[in-house]
């Protein structure tokens, strides 16, 4: 067989994992080779791409930060329009069975294709870990230990400082690097998109960290944190041209609000693109490893249309849409577009830590 790769949308810690793991499986068990289309969808709709072998080069790219195939944004209504000359491209060059690796909009795109009966396997891929079918996405733990390291450090110097600090961090639709950086790193406050927030709350328990004594306040805010309505108005950045939301830097704002609110300077630190570049995690290393490989077998078994998922051992595939406990096997859904948010008890934990801070208030008092 002649597998075609692909890497599409924003780059990814253990995207060359997935590569790796795709090329070593695909020559070891099937004897198979693998083209990799450059650049993503753009790599495909012009015809550039390069032969990948199972050698040295290949080997190395375990650790590895982003993608050596490329990647690129493509305009959705031009990618749609463009599935004939996609699918011209992939007859000219005998490719088999495509394995795109992406999120949203490359596994939407994936599944256009498949509902053309091109033969497709997909791989998602986000540092968000918000892709629906999956219960983890390999790049997610890479973006959360960068959050964290960075948060334990914000510590220290708020706390000589005795300062108020933000910390945006990515999630455009989901919170779970700010959820899980917040926990993970004991920052005192964490917004997320999935529940608006209200800026005199925030202004609260500021004021109440301070009036008990302690050192400084550190609230991580993810980059899709919303304010509930009437709390207070964000600048609106419209929509760019692959259909995405531009954001218009909440923690900035917020702070601004909290400043005016609370007569107290408030710091904000954005730790964007660092988040999702750079080497992997051995976690995300092994999870990676393990969708490429699962890729690479279902290829070969004729399991096209579907995803690729992380599933505990022993659990039957289940469709988009419902969560399982944290991954190790792999199993397959069928490509569809849908988004994860967080899990009911992880926002209960959430409200059980804030509970805690206002016991603790209390019994200081």
Request: charged share 25%.
């Amino acid at each position: 067989m002649r597998i075609g790769v692909l890497t599409g949308g924003g780059d990814c810690p253990g995207l060359n994992a997935v590569i790796r793991a795709v090329v070593r499986t695909c020559d070891q068990r099937y004897g198979s080779s693998v083209v990799g289309f450059l650049d993503g969808w753009r790599g495909l709709l012009e015809d550039r791409r390069i032969q990948l072998a199972n050698d040295d080069r290949n080997d190395r790219l375990l650790a590895k930060g982003g993608t050596i195939l490329g990647t690129a944004r493509v305009n959705p209504e031009k990618l749609r329009n463009g599935l004939d000359q996609i699918k011209q491209t992939l007859e000219d060059n005998g490719i088999d069975v495509l394995i795109p690796i992406g999120g949203e909009g490359t596994l939407t795109a994936a599944h256009w294709l498949s509902e053309e009966n091109v033969p497709v396997v997909g791989v998602p891929k986000t540092i968000d870990n918000d892709i629906d079918c999956t219960d983890v996405t390999f790049g997610h733990d890479t973006a959360l230990t960068v959050a964290t390291e960075a948060i334990d450090r914000l510590h220290s110097t708020a706390e000589s400082h005795q300062r108020v600090m933000l910390v945006e961090v990515m999630g455009r639709h989901a919170g779970w690097i700010a959820l899980n950086a917040g926990i993970a790193s004991g920052a005192h406050m964490t917004l997320i998109p999935e529940q608006p927030f209200d800026v005199e709350e925030v202004c609260r328990l500021v004021k109440q960290r301070f009036v008990r004594g302690d050192s400084h306040f550190i609230c991580v805010v993810a980059e899709g944190a919303k304010p509930a309505e009437g709390s207070m108005r964000l600048r609106e950045g419209g929509i760019d041209e692959f259909g995405h939301e531009r954001f218009t830097g909440v923690a900035q704002q917020l702070a601004l609000e909290v400043e005016k609110r609370i007569n107290k300077e408030v710091r904000v630190t954005v730790l964007g693109h660092v988040q999702r570049g750079g080497t992997p995690t051995a976690y995300d290393r092994v999870l990676a490893t393990r969708f490429g490989v699962n890729a690479a077998d279902a290829a070969h078994a004729g399991e096209y249309g579907m995803n690729g998922v992380a599933a505990r051992p022993g659990d039957r595939p289940r469709a988009a849409g419902r969560r399982g406990a944290p991954a190790q096997a792999g199993a397959a859904v069928p490509l569809r577009r849908r988004r994860g948010i967080l899990r009911l008890r992880v926002l209960l934990c959430l409200r059980a830590l804030a509970a805690g801070a206002r016991a603790q208030t209390k019994i200081a008092s």
